[in-house]
C-alpha cells in the first residue's frame, strides 16, 4: 500500500508541479518577463515546489534527514543528471550573465548551507543543526535572489520562443490554484509512505531523500529541461537547473528550518561538498570552454559521475 500511495504522490506532485507552471507562466507572459527569468523564477519555483511540499511534511513531522536528503539529492540531479541529459541531446552555450552571476550564486547558496550545517566544526558545539535563524539567513538570501532576478527582468527583453502558449488570465490563476493542492496532497502522501518504505526495508531516511524522493521530486526539472534542450532552449535549461538548486537551498531549506529547526548528520557533509564541487565543476566546464558550452563529453562525465554517486549511497548509507 505505501507504494501505491508513493506512486500517487509522486503523480499528483508532478502534476502540481505541471499546472502550476503553466499557469505562472501564463500570468507572467502577460507581465512580458523574458523566457531566461521565467527560467529562473517562475519555473524553477514550479520545479522546486516538489522539493518544497516534501521538505514542510518532513520538518514538520520530525523526519530531518528526509528534508536534507531531498535536497542534497535533488541538487545533485538537477546538476549530474538533468544538466548531463540536457547537454546530450543538444549542447548549450551559456551566456556571460549566466555564469559569471547565477552559476556562482548558486555556488555561493552551496557554501551558505555548508557553514550554517557545520556548527560542530566551525563553533565547537556537541551537535549541528540548521536553526531558525539560519533559516531566516537562507531567506534573506533568497530575497536577494528574486531581488536581482527582478532586475534581470527590468534589463531583459522579451524572447521570441514562448514556454506556453498565451492562454486567458482566469485560467492561469485556476492552473496554478489547482497545482498547489495537488502538490500539498501529493506532498503529504510521499512524506507518510517514504518513512514507512525506509523503515520496513531497514534503511535510513538519509537514503530515501537522497535517492527516491530526491529523483522523483525533480522529475518536474528533468521533463522541463529535455523538452527546452530538444527545443534548443538552452537558457530554459540552465536558468531551471541553476535557479532550482538556489530556490532548494535558500527557499525549501530556509522555509524548513524557520519552521522546525532541523538536526543535520556529519554524515551529509560528503554529500553537500559534493553539491560544492560539482557547482564549481560545472564553472570550469563552461569557463574553459571557447563558445562557454556545456557539451555532450561533459554531459557524459555527469551522468558517470551521478552513477558512482548513487553506487556509493546505497552501499555506504544503507
Not at 542534497?72 to 548549450?92: D, E, H, K, R, Y
Not at 514562448?162 to 506532498?187: F, K, Y
Not at 525506509?198 to 537514503?207: D, L, M
Request: glycine share 8%; charged share 10%; proline share 2%.
Amino acid at each position: 500500500m505505501d507504494i501505491v500511495l508513493i506512486i500517487i504522490g509522486f503523480v499528483l506532485l508532478l502534476k502540481g508541479a505541471d499546472w502550476l507552471v503553466s499557469g505562472s507562466s501564463a500570468l507572467a507572459k502577460k507581465f512580458n518577463v523574458s523566457d531566461l527569468v521565467i527560467g529562473l523564477t517562475v519555473v524553477s519555483f514550479g520545479t522546486s515546489a516538489p522539493e518544497l511540499a516534501i521538505n514542510i511534511f518532513a520538518s514538520t513531522s520530525d523526519n530531518t534527514e528526509l528534508a536534507i536528503g531531498n535536497v542534497l539529492g535533488s541538487n545533485l540531479f538537477n546538476i549530474l543528471v538533468i544538466l548531463g541529459t540536457s547537454a546530450i541531446i543538444a549542447p548549450m552555450a551559456v551566456h556571460n550573465n549566466t555564469i559569471f552571476k547565477e552559476i556562482p550564486f548558486s555556488l555561493l547558496a552551496a557554501l551558505v548551507l555548508g557553514f550554517v550545517t557545520n556548527d560542530i566544526f566551525i563553533d565547537g558545539a556537541t551537535s549541528s543543526v540548521i536553526s531558525r535563524s539560519d533559516g531566516l539567513v537562507l531567506l534573506s538570501f533568497f530575497c536577494i535572489f528574486l531581488y536581482y532576478s527582478f532586475i534581470v527582468a527590468k534589463q531583459s527583453s522579451n524572447d521570441d520562443v514562448e514556454i506556453i502558449n498565451e492562454a486567458p488570465a482566469w485560467r492561469g490563476i485556476l492552473l496554478t490554484i489547482v497545482g498547489l493542492i495537488a502538490l500539498v496532497g501529493g506532498g503529504k502522501l510521499l512524506v507518510d509512505s517514504a518513512v514507512n518504505i525506509a523503515r520496513a526495508w531497514g534503511v535510513s531516511e538519509s537514503v530515501i531523500g537522497l535517492t527516491i524522493l530526491a529523483v522523483g521530486s525533480s522529475l518536474p526539472e528533468l521533463v522541463t529541461s529535455i523538452v527546452a534542450a530538444r527545443k534548443n532552449m538552452a537558457d530554459i535549461v540552465i536558468g531551471n537547473v541553476v535557479g532550482s538548486n538556489i530556490f532548494n537551498i535558500f527557499l525549501v531549506l530556509g522555509a524548513s528550518a524557520t519552521i522546525k529547526p532541523l538536526p543535520f548528520q556529519e554524515s551529509s557533509n560528503i554529500d553537500e561538498m559534493l553539491v560544492v564541487v560539482m557547482t564549481m565543476v560545472l564553472f570550469f566546464f563552461i569557463f574553459n570552454h571557447k563558445e562557454n558550452q556545456v557539451t555532450r563529453v561533459h554531459g557524459v562525465i555527469f551522468l558517470l559521475i551521478y552513477a558512482i554517486y548513487i553506487t556509493y549511497v546505497i552501499i555506504a548509507k544503507s
